[in-house]
């Protein structure tokens, strides 16, 4: 089955969203019990943690951690975003750079001014863009940046959305209230579909669709480790309560060639396998056997398969026992945490 499609559906009573892309399992956003990434509280500060720079928040759905604070008490109110999913057991992270993000447009408060995404390179796409975004954004205090999905999309589409994100902030801006609550709820999956997957594609609502569309077979393989990478080579992606290993194998293949191949296979492939698993955290990468003159080519290739992922992943680099190690933001739930 070629060509993108995206199916909106749930598993179980869950919500859920799949993207296929020519029959293969792209991407999957799963809804948990966790506080969805997105969502803005009224927090109070608890306690803060010596030498860490951060401190202990009060909210609606329990304690949350802020990094980097400086000037705050206990007992004080402060407005904060959930940034991420906490490993099971631990704080909520969450950040005081408020964002308000939709489709086309994001609102920065802190940081005032009209941008538009550097991929949108014509020049006369990028006036008629800012002509837009100047109107909107008319007499407000707010920065505005225009996503690369602006792109030939419809003007009004894109001034209606800027609006609604310019409305939405200002109320959650100046509610004066210093008690804890829930502000703005985060986004589910099938809003999240709609925000992030931009590209052409078919899009399935209907009930039910996820088995005829293929996805509960690729749901069903993700919750495998194993994940096969083509001439007999394969890894095994496994989180851990520390870290998620992820082991290369070459298989049958014995040329001199076979750990290279195997782990160039694995720098394409690896993206996409903790994307539709949900994974996150410190990345340990035991690769297949390989001349140190290789790494480079390796790390080229890592580097461009993540460049496309929209999860931040940070490659930090080799360790003295040959792993490669990678830190790669909670943005989604585990799957095996969600279908457990």
Not at 107 to 123: C, E, F, H
Not at 164 to 193: F, N, Y
Not at 230 to 253: F, K, Q
Not at 275 to 304: S, W, Y
Request: a negative charge; glycine letters at 10%.
């Amino acid at each position: 089955m070629k060509g993108r499609t995206i199916i909106l559906d749930h598993l179980g009573e869950v919500e859920a969203a799949a993207l296929m892309v020519d029959g293969k399992l792209e991407d999957l956003i799963v809804d948990s019990d966790a506080p969805r990434p997105g969502t803005i509280y009224r927090a109070i500060a608890d306690r803060p943690v010596k030498g860490q720079g951060g401190m202990f928040l009060k909210t609606p759905d329990g304690s949350a951690f802020l990094r980097q604070i400086k000037g705050m008490s206990p007992g004080q109110s402060i407005l904060v975003q959930v940034s991420g999913f906490a490993e099971p057991g631990k704080a909520i992270p969450v950040t005081a750079k408020i964002l308000f993000k939709s489709r086309y447009a994001i609102v920065t408060p802190d940081a005032p001014g009209l941008n538009i995404s550097r991929s949108i390179k014509d020049d006369a796409e990028r006036d008629r863009l800012l002509e837009i975004v100047n109107d909107a954004a008319e007499g407000s205090a707010h920065g505005v940046i225009l996503r690369s999905s602006c792109a030939e999309a419809d003007g009004e589409e894109i001034a209606d959305d800027i609006a609604a994100m310019l409305d939405l902030a200002g109320k959650v801006l100046e509610d004066k209230s210093t008690e804890m609550e829930v502000l703005s709820e985060g986004d589910g999956p099938h809003v999240l579909a709609w925000r992030e997957w931009t590209e052409a594609a078919e899009v399935v609502t209907d009930a039910g669709s996820f088995e005829p569309q293929g996805v509960m077979e690729a749901i069903e393989a993700a919750q495998s480790a194993f994940v096969p990478l083509g001439g007999g080579a394969s890894m095994y992606v496994e989180p851990t309560r520390a870290l998620v290993a992820v082991d290369v194998n070459t298989g049958s293949d014995a040329s001199l060639a076979a750990g290279i191949k195997a782990n160039m296979a694995c720098a394409r492939a690896l993206p996409r396998a903790l994307r539709v698993r949900g994974l996150g955290g410190q990345i340990t990468l035991d690769l297949a056997p390989m001349p140190k003159k290789e790494r480079r080519p390796f790390e080229n290739a890592l580097r461009a398969a993540f460049r496309s992922d929209e999860v931040e992943t940070t490659l930090v680099g080799w360790t003295p026992l040959g792993h490669y190690e990678l830190q790669r933001k909670r943005a989604r739930v585990g799957l095996n945490e969600v279908l457990k």
